[in-house]
């Protein structure tokens, strides 16, 4: 009979305190698991709805003195002739090192036209694509398709009296209406959208646009060198980050984090306590059994390693079951959290991790009750006889 079949042994008579030993650390465990699983699925879900937040780089012309206001330029009642961005030049944008970071190119052109006796601004757009992009867009009716459809904003359908289905005639030419988008509160509310082509022919810019946004994926991607990227290989324009969301919604998970691993710290102490407390009861209880190892000449390091051998079987269980558990909670917390883009993540180094920490805080948590137990005097086993 070894050192390890006398602790598994001790374990199998004494299940009740096995269970105890488990539960404490389990808790503890799968606290942690819980909060750094939900922490890391809940970055992932705010990586997956940048694209909802629209563009983050925007792509201007080095112009200014201009009045009408729309993504960081202004127009007036002048065209934006000079320092227009040519269309063809935009191809260069992915031949960026960053290139795999970006999820979406929309260019955009931009003019004041005449509604009758309004004059409102006038948006051309890749229907195709900045539909996808602004999903926070919500259309009564539907997007547009051809190149004859607009869609209007809530505002400007109010002031010129529009409805679906209607034509508009801008500058002598019809266009139909499919959609009017609902308020937003922005300068979107005052447009009128027409698919890029069309709008170019319409404000004789063909083959120029006013303005580009660039949505970059960028959960882990250097959205600065991809500022400075694009800059390089179109030196005419202005480009500049849109990170204010960004920022905050990632200090928020960071801030999110750090109080996760606080709460986690309070939890594994007092995990650690519970083993403290009960190893000390086992080895109080144990003493004549302790004390006769000794009298058969059993020295200090068996009864410490008698002792840790133990605490590591129960540990090594407890940071098994708490991983297991902590992901079957975030489970069941993660769809109330993130609800449209839930994605558990099953990590080995948090497996790892979860496994190593109940290992090291049971077994530190054990240490004095082992090293208690190794002085014991075997006399006393005599006395209990």
């Not at 942690?32 to 937040?53: G, I, N, P, R």
């Not at 127009?75 to 090192?97: N, T």
């Not at 005419?236 to 919604?249: E, G, H, P, Y």
């Not at 058969?296 to 129960?314: N, P, T």
Request: net charge neutral; aromatic share 4%.
């Amino acid at each position: 009979m070894n050192l390890r079949t006398i602790a598994f042994n001790n374990l199998r008579r004494r299940r009740a305190r096995l269970v105890f030993l488990v539960a404490g650390l389990l808790i503890g465990v799968a606290t942690v698991v819980t909060l750094l699983s939900l922490t890391e699925s809940l970055t992932m879900e705010a990586e997956h709805k940048l694209d909802t937040y629209g563009a983050n780089i925007l792509i201007t012309p080095r112009s200014d003195e201009l009045s009408l206001a729309y993504g960081g330029i202004t127009l007036g009642a002048v065209s934006v002739d000079a320092h227009e961005i040519r269309q063809r030049d935009l191809v260069r944008i992915f031949d960026i090192p960053n290139a795999r970071n970006i999820a979406a190119v929309t260019p955009k052109v931009l003019g004041a036209v005449e509604v009758g006796a309004a004059r409102v601004l006038l948006m051309g757009v890749n229907q195709e694509v900045e539909f996808q992009v602004k999903r926070w867009w919500s259309v009564d009716g539907r997007p547009l398709v051809a190149d004859d459809e607009m869609v209007a904003g809530s505002a400007v359908a109010r002031r010129l009296g529009l409805a679906m289905g209607e034509p508009v005639v801008v500058d002598g030419r019809s266009f139909t209406l499919t959609g009017i988008l609902r308020e937003t509160g922005s300068q979107d509310d005052h447009l009128l959208i027409g698919s890029l082509p069309a709008v170019q022919a319409l404000l004789g810019k063909e083959g120029l646009v006013s303005l580009v946004e660039v949505s970059a994926l960028c959960g882990d991607c250097p959205v600065e060198d991809m500022v400075n990227q694009i800059a390089v290989v179109l030196p005419d324009v202005k480009v500049s980050a849109i990170q204010q969301v960004v920022k905050t919604r990632m200090h928020a998970l960071d801030q999110f984090r750090t109080f996760s691993l606080g709460v986690g710290v309070v939890v594994i102490l007092i995990g650690a306590l519970v083993v403290f407390v009960t190893m000390m009861g086992s080895v109080n209880e144990r003493t004549r059994e302790i004390g006769i190892f000794r009298a058969l000449g059993f020295r200090r390091g068996h009864v410490v390693g008698l002792i840790l051998m133990e605490a590591s079987a129960v540990s090594l269980l407890a940071g098994l079951l708490g991983f297991l558990a902590g992901m079957g909670a975030t489970r069941l917390i993660l769809p109330f959290l993130a609800e449209e883009h839930p994605h558990l993540v099953w990590s080995l180094p948090l497996a790892g991790g979860a496994i190593l920490l109940a290992l090291v805080v049971g077994a530190l948590a054990s240490f004095y009750p082992a090293l208690h137990a190794s002085r014991m005097d075997p006399t006393e086993a005599l006395r209990a006889l």
